[in-house]
């Protein structure tokens, strides 16, 4: 594996502030998809001026997908069927591992990643089947798991317990996907029609989408007759396409939308409490204590309160400007929102705003990588963007400050 360090950087010397610093254990922080690390001692408003690029690392694959950050190591898949870990400070292999078959000549098309009490959890679909890998995060070798079942599109740790999304699809075009956790909520779809391929856990239920639908699913869920599971407890029609949700609070849900709206809903009956008109179609959320973070195709990064502002259409209590639009959702460390923009950069800004109805980055850096820019995360003193083109980069602050 390639790998460019920048060991300028790395002799100004970086801490990665373990104690007291949450993991980024999957695609959106955690079970709720909120994107927000709220303890991050080493990234702050008054300090991420000073970001730089630390050291970036090339996999030889294709489609890094979002990281994980667990005890000072990043974790990354590959859709092209490649795992790696890295130090998360000097960007030094730990391990890899590539799973290309060449009895068949294909390699296995991997999601994002999960961490889970020293596995890493890799959805896998290959030669129309998969399943869920369990790799060692300490070297890379495979403890549990075969791509012989089910094709697995993604997976979340919720309440201590692994939660794959599994799917298959009928020779008569009509689909099941389903999600192995306390209970199995289970969604019927056709081609054209598809399931949110990321899903929430609120409480005791799951939040996803199916069309333009978003849906809750609890253990009360109704018997679904058509599949061995259940059917959600209700379903709101956002009418357009609903992005992954996250999680507001213990007791809501927000979604954005490809028609411009951004939508919180009871989690338990799927009321609406308010929405907010977006302009353009937004991102998933970021949702960082009381402030809910979408940003928009048309380069704006968008600030709502999450608790409304008691009517039931909603202003942003600020907007954030960019250079260019994005699609990748934003990512919260402490009192900081990254957003990747399809320029190839990443803009900083404070959770608080600037005073001002509209806020200039913070700080703005990159480009970075040859490729677009797919996810972000954030944790122990270190963002890490994934692209493409198969590379990771990772920013960092001095020692010093």
């Known amino acids: 594996m390639r790998k460019s360090v920048l060991r300028a950087a790395v002799a100004l010397g970086l801490v990665v502030t373990l104690a007291g610093c949450q993991p980024w254990v999957q695609s959106g922080a955690g079970q709720g998809r909120t994107g927000w690390v709220e303890f991050e001692g080493r990234l702050r408003s008054d300090t991420v001026h000073l970001l730089e690029l630390t050291w970036e690392a090339a996999t030889f694959g294709t489609n890094a997908n979002a990281p994980v950050i667990v005890d000072g190591v990043v974790y990354i898949t590959t859709e092209s069927g490649r795992v790696a870990a890295f130090d998360a400070v000097t960007g030094d292999t730990r391990w890899e591992r590539d799973f290309y078959d060449g009895r068949v000549g294909a390699a296995p098309h991997f ?24 790799l060692d995060a300490a070297d890379g070798s ?7 079942g089910e ?22 075009g009509v689909g099941l996907a389903h999600i192995d956790w306390k209970f199995r909520p289970t969604a019927v779809f056709a081609p054209g029609f598809g399931i949110g391929p990321d899903f929430a856990v609120v409480g005791e239920r799951v939040m996803w989408s199916q069309a333009t639908r978003a849906q809750g699913f609890s253990a009360a869920c109704p018997p679904n007759p058509t599949a061995p599971g259940c059917g959600p407890d209700w379903s709101t029609d956002l009418g357009a396409h609903p992005s992954t949700p996250a999680a507001v609070g213990d007791d ?3 979604y954005a939308d490809a028609g411009g709206t951004v939508t919180v809903l009871e989690a338990a009956s799927g009321a609406i409490r308010w929405t907010g008109a977006l302009g353009a179609p937004g991102t998933a959320p970021a949702v960082a204590g009381d402030t809910i973070l979408v940003a928009t195709s048309d380069g704006r990064l968008v600030a709502y309160a999450a608790g409304g502002c008691g009517e039931s259409t909603c202003e942003p209590l600020w907007q954030g400007t960019l250079e260019t ?11 900081v929102a990254y957003v990747a923009t399809s320029g190839r950069k990443i803009a900083a800004f404070s959770l608080d705003g600037c005073g001002a109805d509209t806020c200039a980055p913070l700080t703005t850096v990159g480009p970075v990588s040859a490729g677009n820019l797919r996810s972000l995360a954030v944790s122990d003193g270190v963002l890490i963007a994934s692209a493409d083109d198969g590379w990771i980069s990772a920013f960092g602050v001095p020692r010093q400050t």
């Open 142 to 148: 495979t403890v549990g798991g075969s791509l012989d």
């Open 151 to 172: 094709a697995t599109i993604a997976v979340s740790v919720a309440d201590g317990q692994a939660a794959p999304l599994a799917g298959t699809l009928s020779a008569s």
């Open 111 to 134: 999601g994002d990643p999960a961490w889970h009490a020293g596995e890493l959890l890799v959805p896998a679909g290959f030669q129309g089947a998969g399943g869920l890998l369990r």
């Open 252 to 254: 809501g849900v927000v």
């Open 325 to 335: 639009g994005t699609s990748i959702a934003p990512a919260v460390g402490g009192d």
